[in-house]
């Protein structure tokens, strides 16, 4: 069973658009970290979300954690080739465990 | 540089044989984690151990077993390897204080078994 549904799977746009990653959830966690991983490298952490309801911005890339707690989203804005990569989402439970999503692989065509 | 040392890189075996990968967590960080990631794939979880003692554990194969040592630094054994045990094996490690429980990566170990 997948506690973290990320949706798309795979995302491919044009430089200049922009995109939302969605990571949802019927579970509630304390914590919502998105990471963002390029092949043959490991995921490399971008933003910890804590509070219900709390929207952080990273440059172009706006992150918002749901007011329950239970869901994620990642808006890309003007998206670059350089923001090709694995985008990953993970919560964490009791117990401090993490649970990661499946991911979303985007790529950004010139 | 997450501050987390994984060795080795990389690892090609036969199969039937064992091996085993190494983490060092950051300094400080008590808590290990265990991923196992197949060619474009998400990360799976397998094993978490939080200053010494197991804490959590996912779909790791019976084949498969980990400890954490008094220094923190954790090893990851993989034994009667199969072709199909051929991934990217990560090492996260994290403070597990409070409500956050960042994630800190190492590069990977990649396994290849022939």
């Known amino acids: 069973t997948q506690l973290l549904e990320q949706s798309p799977q795979f995302l491919s746009i044009q430089e200049g658009e922009n995109l939302t990653v969605y990571c949802n959830s019927s579970?509630?966690?304390?914590?919502l970290q998105w990471y963002r991983q390029e092949p043959g490298e490991g995921p490399v952490l971008l933003v910890t979300?804590?509070?219900?309801?709390e929207v952080k911005k990273l440059k172009r890339l706006t992150f918002q954690f749901g007011d329950a707690r239970k869901d994620s989203s990642l808006h890309i804005t003007a998206a670059q080739p350089g923001d090709t990569g694995l985008y990953l989402c993970?919560?964490?439970?009791?117990?401090?465990?993490?649970?990661f999503g499946q991911g979303t692989r985007l790529t950004i065509n010139p | 540089d997450s501050g987390v040392t994984q060795t080795p890189k990389h690892l090609i075996t036969a199969t039937g044989q064992r091996v085993t990968l190494r983490c060092s967590p950051r300094s400080g960080d008590l808590s290990v984690y265990w991923y196992q990631q197949s060619l474009d794939q998400g990360l799976q979880f397998l094993i978490q151990?939080?200053?010494?003692?197991?804490?959590a554990k996912g779909n790791i194969l019976e084949r498969f077993s980990a400890q954490q040592f008094p220094d923190l630094h954790s090893e990851l054994n993989l034994s009667s390897l199969e072709l199909g045990d051929s991934a990217l094996y990560f090492c996260?490690?994290?403070?597990?204080?409070?409500?956050?429980?960042?994630?800190?990566f190492g590069q990977g170990t990649r396994l290849t078994v022939v």
């Open positions: 996260a490690s994290s403070a597990t204080s409070g409500r956050g429980s960042e994630a800190f």
């Open positions: 993970a919560g964490a439970q009791g117990a401090q465990k993490l649970v």
């Open positions: 579970s509630v966690f304390s914590s």
């Open positions: 979300v804590v509070t219900g309801g």
């Open positions: 151990y939080y200053n010494g003692e197991e804490r």
